[in-house]
Structures are given as structure tokens and as C-alpha cells.
């Protein structure tokens, strides 16, 4: 890359990270500019697929609610909207932040097996649509439809298209934005929930970075970058919030013990103390601006 495709600067630092979720090891080499901060992988590998396996975190079992528990979801949702909240999920504060009803048109982009939209139909949402191209199990399924289909495929238009940690798997943040302002209805929203390099893990870990998650994540932005993207297409950002786990703490470190995600017992890792701790650092760093990912939340003007 000669020019960064965002800010357009042409100074570049030089990153090299390796796969670690699964342990496969490798060289990718990644771009970060130094204008924006954004992160590009420099070569994109020609079969990504070997990196998500079937035993990939998204590709998990799908959990059913029965009607009984299904009722009191909807239940939960309907005493949330009314301000009282009883333990509320984390989609809750997503939905709060929105202009959404329950007749929406949603999309949830690299749905994985579609237990997010699963949840939000036992809450009352009834136009549900997932696209994720490593999809197999398609059609409606009783409340929901999944779709494998890429983004650039799609060219239904929706009042919400939700990118839950789908982003920084797509190439080209401008052409995803480019497209993205095509598929929102006038007035329409965007989330995008992605890591940042505004974290300070990321700053102080560099390559062992739990979320650089090499090659999977082709590209992760800046904060500064997705003000950026949303002005180059005409969306407002109205809202950012940091939403980091403790996992960019365990995980950094286990990665630079050597050791793969998968495969590795976390017990015997860290004491039940050292893990407390860490989702308390968590929590201070998000409400410090320095969590190493945050939701984005875009409108399309009318």
C-alpha cells in the first residue's frame, strides 16, 4: 500500500504478527499508518478459509430458547422498555441507543449461526436477516432468516445493518462504507462494534495484541478513522462507546506465553483473582477512552 485509503498519508510503520488464536504460526505482515492509526494487513492470504476452521468462535452451537424461557424474554424486553431493567443483556443498551422498533428491517452482517437475531425475535423483532458467507444452515428459520451471502451482495435496504465484530474481517473500510450508505433506508442506521487501535493494550503489546488477530482481521481502524469513513459517505456519528473485555488482558498474555487461544484451560492459567482483577481493568479503561474495541453508532441523513 502506497497511500493509506482513508487519510491518504503515505507514512507507513511495518508490523509483523502471527497467527495465535489456533496456534498455526506464520508471518503477516500489517501497515500501520501513521496518520489515521489504522492497521491494514499488507497482503491478504488467497485461501482465508483455512483460518476459520469449524471449531471457530462464531460458528458455535446455536442455543434455542424454549416458549417458556422465550415468553420471559419478551417479558424482560417489554419491563426494559419501560424502564425497569432486570438484568439486562448486553444487546439492550445497543437497542437503547438506536431509533429501532420491533416491524425494523435489521441486518446483522457476518451473523455467524444467527444467535444474536435468534435473541432479538424472542424479544418481538420480526424482519431478522443474517449474511454470512461461511453460512451453511440458510433459510427461515422460524423467526429469523440467514443468508450466505456477502455484503457486497446484499441489495435489500434496511432501517439497521449491525457489523458485530465483522468489520475488520472485510476488505477495504471505504468500499464496506461506500456500500454500506447504499443498503440503509433514508434515516437508517449503522453499529459497528470492532476493536480500535485507540487501545492502550495495542500501544504496549504490539504484535501479541489479543484482537490484532492475524490474518483473520484484515483491517482495524482508529476511532479517528471511523469519524473519517462516516464523513466521506454522509453518515453522522452520533455515538461511540468502548465496550473492551477483560480478554484483551488474559489474552495478550497468553499469547505471549506461547500459548493458543484454543486449546488452552484458562484455569490453569490464572488464578480466579488475577481474573477479577482484569475485568476491573477492563471497565477502567473503556470508561477511560482506552479499551481496545467500542461501538459505533452511524445515521444516514434523511
Known amino acids: 500500500m502506497s497511500e493509506c485509503e482513508i487519510f491518504k498519508g503515505k507514512r507507513f510503520e511495518l508490523l509483523t504478527a502471527k497467527e495465535r488464536m489456533f496456534g498455526l504460526g506464520g508471518n503477516f505482515h500489517y501497515q500501520e499508518c501513521l496518520t489515521c492509526h489504522g492497521l491494514f494487513l499488507e497482503e491478504i492470504p488467497a485461501d482465508l478459509d483455512i483460518y476459520y476452521p469449524d471449531n471457530y468462535y462464531s460458528f458455535g452451537s446455536f442455543n434455542s430458547s424454549g416458549a417458556i ?69 440458510v433459510g427461515n428459520l422460524g423467526g429469523f432468516t440467514l443468508y450466505k451471502k456477502s455484503f457486497y451482495d446484499i441489495r435489500e435496504c434496511y432501517d439497521l445493518v449491525m457489523f458485530h465484530h465483522a468489520f475488520e474481517h472485510l476488505p477495504s473500510p471505504a468500499k464496506v462504507f461506500k456500500h454500506l450508505v447504499q443498503v440503509l433506508n433514508p434515516g437508517g442506521e449503522a453499529l459497528i462494534r470492532v476493536p480500535v487501535t485507540n487501545g492502550k493494550v495495542w500501544q504496549e503489546e504490539r504484535d501479541f495484541w489479543f484482537q490484532l488477530d492475524a490474518p483473520r482481521h484484515l483491517f482495524i481502524p482508529h476511532s479517528e478513522s471511523m469519524q473519517k469513513l462516516a464523513d466521506s459517505v454522509g453518515l453522522d456519528l452520533y455515538k461511540t462507546t468502548f465496550d473492551s473485555l477483560d480478554s484483551q488482558f488474559w489474552g495478550t498474555e497468553l499469547y505471549k506465553r506461547g500459548k493458543a487461544f484454543m486449546g488452552t484451560d484458562l484455569r490453569k492459567e490464572f488464578s480466579e483473582k488475577e481474573m477479577k482483577a482484569f475485568e476491573k481493568k477492563a471497565k477502567e479503561y473503556n470508561e477511560m477512552g482506552l479499551g481496545d474495541q467500542a461501538c459505533f453508532y452511524f445515521r444516514k441523513k434523511d
Open 69 to 137: 424461557s422465550q415468553f420471559l424474554k419478551r417479558f424482560r424486553y417489554q419491563l426494559f422498555k419501560a424502564g425497569i431493567p432486570i438484568n439486562p443483556p448486553n444487546y439492550f443498551e445497543w437497542i437503547a441507543n438506536l431509533s429501532i422498533s420491533e416491524t425494523s428491517n435489521i441486518a446483522d452482517i457476518g451473523c455467524g449461526n444467527g444467535q444474536l437475531l435468534a435473541e432479538l425475535s424472542y424479544c418481538g423483532f420480526k424482519n431478522l436477516h443474517g449474511y454470512d458467507p461461511y453460512q451453511e444452515n
